[in-house]
């Protein structure tokens, strides 16, 4: 199956499952209770900022509007807290834990590390995301919609490790013939945007949460470029502009653009196939294992009110970008997307990261 054919019929399904609504049971009532919603990532990243927009709009629609705290439990990339999760059970409906594109991957790609089963737990609301790649001020002045410029900058970039979601960026910075030095170990994107605000990386990029909360501001002060997006898909699959920044140029077409970099073949097509598992599907909220479907159904049906909600598209705009949300049996079909990449795309990666950053798999 090419990855345009599985794209257009995972949207689609997606599309057609999140609008299934389940009535939520009268009997679930959260009154009084405090809900911790566990992210397992730094407090200054893209996660962080997408937990913290939903939870109020939760609180207020989940039935007794409980107190909805995100909680961080930061540590090797987001493993720690999904090995954490993966042995929680229900209780009484008061936790709920976040992952992105940095816990699937790991997941993906087989890392030892990895001691958590995402069939285990129950998805209650996906949404994607994108993410814009910047350089400093400097080097900035060098790109003219290509990397051509930038092929002899030694560049340095703070990050979670290379079998986190931070493979796209490292993939793509090397299919355009970039050198890019990876400082891994970082516990979150934010702690690499600061890293950036204090000159010791010179090159960085944020997931569209992270970038519209605090990048964006160096771009307009004049202290960072905008590079690329890594773009959305469109019906049938095709990478178009992100609609939360149209005006930036995607990575295919920075590509297309540099000297020796290919669209085709396949080494575009590892990139792409793990772009599509990291970003239009790339933060979800999970119930733990054994909850009762009254319970699901309840936050299913919370979510799916938030969604609702006539001042959403302008809020979740400003704060997580303009991305498709989905709940429920869509969600489920979302954690489909976001779990499965051809084997090909995954033996190139594996390959890949043995290569270039001695990261053995096994």
């Not at 439990?73 to 409906?93: C, I, L, R, V, Y």
Request: glycine content about 12%; overall charge negative.
């Amino acid at each position: 199956m090419t990855i345009a054919k599985f794209t257009r019929r995972a949207v689609a399904g997606m599309i057609a499952a999140a609008g299934l609504a389940f009535p939520a049971s009268a009997e679930v009532d959260f009154s009084g209770k405090t809900i911790e919603w566990v992210i397992p990532f730094s407090e200054t990243g893209g996660s962080a900022k997408w937990a913290n927009f939903f939870a109020p709009l939760l609180s207020e629609a989940l039935p007794g509007q409980p107190t909805v705290v995100v909680k961080f439990m930061p540590g090797a990339g987001s493993t720690k807290g999904a090995n954490w999760f993966q042995k929680e059970k229900h209780k009484d409906g008061t936790l709920l834990f976040g992952t992105s594109g940095s816990t699937q991957f790991p997941y993906l790609l087989g890392d030892p590390r990895v001691r958590y089963e995402y069939n285990d737990w129950n998805p209650v609301m996906a949404s994607g995301t994108g993410g814009v790649a910047y350089l400093n001020a400097e080097d900035g002045a060098k790109f003219d919609g290509s990397a051509n410029m930038l092929q002899d900058v030694d560049f340095i970039y703070g990050s979670q490790g290379a079998t986190r979601l931070d493979l796209v960026p490292l993939l793509a910075w090397k299919m355009l013939g970039m050198n890019v030095e990876p400082v891994f170990g970082i516990k979150g994107r934010g702690d690499g945007r600061l890293m950036f605000e204090r000159g010791e990386a010179t090159i960085d990029y944020q997931t569209s949460s992270g970038y519209l909360k605090g990048s964006a501001e160096m771009v307009e002060a004049g202290q960072a470029v905008p590079m690329m997006t890594w773009g959305s898909l469109d019906a049938d699959g095709n990478i178009v502009r992100d609609p939360t920044f149209p005006e930036i140029a995607t990575f295919k077409e920075v590509c297309e653009a540099t000297d020796g970099c290919e669209t085709s073949g396949e080494q575009w097509d590892a990139w792409k196939a793990f772009f599509v598992a990291g970003f239009p599907v790339q933060k979800l909220a999970f119930l733990p294992a054994g909850t009762p479907q009254d319970v699901i159904d309840t936050y299913t049906k919370a979510f799916e009110d938030v969604v609702a909600r006539a001042d959403f598209p302008e809020i979740s705009s400003k704060r997580v970008g303009k991305y498709s949300v989905f709940t429920g049996a869509g969600a489920q079909s979302a954690l489909g997307t976001a779990t499965n990449v051809p084997d090909s795309a995954k033996s190139y990666v594996v390959n890949w990261l043995k290569e270039d950053y001695g990261v053995e798999l096994k």
